[in-house]
């Protein structure tokens, strides 16, 4: 059960870095346009005496940690260093800042004074560990949006949580995951992205308009149930503010129809759809 749940973690971070890299395709673009064109790509050495050793000696809260460099990786969110170590963690670091983007850390966070039933008490030691490797953690503003559990049986309990940069009502690109296993060698996975803000968030379609718009593409009454939230999206060379909204209805029969409605804060233009199978 243990080695099948480590090959799920592996393949979930495959997954999240394949997700993330189609997600911010746009927006890395427009940072390589705009903010990076000047900026070099660090050297190698970095990885061994530079900046992105001294980050991941952070996250490790060793210095005696040895990096193994596996070369450059070229995502559509950016170029990274993969780099392991002799612990067996993982990471993947921003080639132009030595960010730690995204890593997978064995033991990374103590459980000594953590009582696994209490997602709450778990917060406050998972958060002060973002809060030290998050660069910008506090400059951002980064509010704590949820967090939940995963039972995964005789491999235990897998807690989530997510943190994001809010402007306004508007959740922004730069955010924060950690998904924490402590049934699994204390098994951490860190996902943490930080990108400028680039537009206004202030929507000219209400939350109430954007949820009738989306509520009438899918032919629903308001007694449909609707959730929505202001987003900022990649687009292009820019970002674009929109609202996100799902709805869901039961039918005559007690089936369920509705979706999701990607709906722009500004225009009122329906952007995407995607019903509910």
């Given at each position: 059960m243990v080695k099948k749940m480590q090959k799920n973690n592996l393949?979930?971070?495959?997954?999240?870095?394949?997700?993330?890299?189609?997600?911010?395709?746009?927006?890395?673009?427009?940072?390589?346009?705009n903010n990076m064109a000047s900026q070099a790509i660090l050297s190698p050495d970095a990885t061994?005496?530079?900046?992105?050793?001294e980050n991941i000696q952070k996250f490790t809260g060793s210095q005696n940690v040895v990096?193994?460099?596996?070369?450059?990786?070229?995502?559509?969110?950016g170029k990274m260093y993969e780099v392991t170590t002799n612990a067996g963690d993982r990471y993947y670091v921003n080639a132009n800042t030595g960010d730690i983007e995204v890593a997978t850390i064995h033991n990374a966070v103590s459980t000594k004074s953590m009582d696994t039933n209490d997602i709450a008490r778990m917060n406050e030691t998972v958060q002060k560990f973002v809060e030290k490797n998050y660069r910008n953690f506090t400059a951002k503003k980064m509010t704590f949006v949820n967090s939940k559990i995963i039972d995964h049986g005789d491999a235990g309990k897998e807690y989530i949580y997510?943190?994001?940069?809010?402007s306004g009502d508007a959740?922004?690109?730069?955010?924060?995951?950690?998904?924490?296993?402590?049934?699994?060698?204390?098994?951490?996975?860190?996902?943490?992205?930080?990108r400028p803000l680039l537009i206004d968030t202030t929507p000219k379609i209400s939350?109430?308009?954007?949820?009738?718009?989306a509520r009438s593409i899918f032919k629903m009454s308001s007694a449909a149930i609707t959730t929505s939230k202001l987003v900022i999206v990649p687009n292009e060379e820019n970002?674009?503010?929109v609202w996100i909204v799902d709805s869901i209805e039961l039918d005559e029969k007690g089936?369920?129809?509705?979706?999701?409605?990607?709906?722009?804060?500004?225009s009122g233009k329906v952007i995407s759809i995607n019903p509910v199978l």
């Open positions: 393949l979930k971070l495959i997954g999240v870095l394949f997700g993330l890299s189609i997600l911010l395709t746009c927006t890395v673009t427009a940072l390589d346009d061994e005496k530079g900046i992105v050793k990096i193994s460099n596996k070369g450059i990786r070229e995502f559509p969110l997510y943190w994001n940069e809010m959740y922004t690109l730069s955010s924060v995951m950690v998904s924490f296993n402590p049934n699994l060698d204390n098994t951490l996975t860190y996902i943490g992205f930080d939350q109430n308009d954007a949820e009738v718009i970002q674009k503010l089936l369920s129809h509705g979706g999701k409605a990607t709906v722009d804060a500004l």
